[in-house]
Structures are given as C-alpha cells and as structure tokens.
C-alpha cells in the first residue's frame, strides 16, 4: 500500500514539475496502459481458477454492482460537464 502513496506522490511532483511542458503524448500513453492494466487483470481473473469455478455464485450480484457503478459513475460525470460546460471562464 505504502508503494502505491509513495508512486502517486512521486506522480504529483513530476506533474508539478513538468506543468508548464507540453507533453502531447501522454494522453495516448495513459489511455494505452489503462487498457494494458484492464487485459491483464482480466488475464489474472481468467486465470484463475477459484475465481472462474464461481462465477455462478456471484453472477447476478457482481453484475448489478458492476452496471450501478458504470451507471454512476456515467451520470456523475455528465452532470459535472454540464455544470462546467453552462459555467462562464472568469479571467
């Protein structure tokens, strides 16, 4: 866990550092490593066999845990762009 902290600080402080760069990549680079990090972990869960022998014992409730939290997760950030959208920039 410490790890973790420890990488997010370290995130922060570069960003803070290289604010004012243009790195036109690196949206491209966190959209790739997102979708590498979601492949691997379905590799992980796939892989293992506990997980997939149970998959009829948590069927319906992982998947409306799964569906209200997209679903949440989807209308919260649509209500927050049409708060920021409706908003005029202050100079």
Known sequence: MYIVIVCMIAGLAFGY??????????????????WLLLFLLGLEVGANEVIVSQFHKLGFEAFL????????????????????RNKPVSK
């Open 65 to 84: 845990l799964a569906v209200g939290g997209t679903l949440g997760s989807v209308l919260a950030a649509w209500a927050l762009w049409l708060t920021i």
């Open 17 to 34: 550092i290289l604010r004012r760069w243009k790195i036109r990549f690196i949206h491209r680079l966190i959209l790739t490593l997102i």
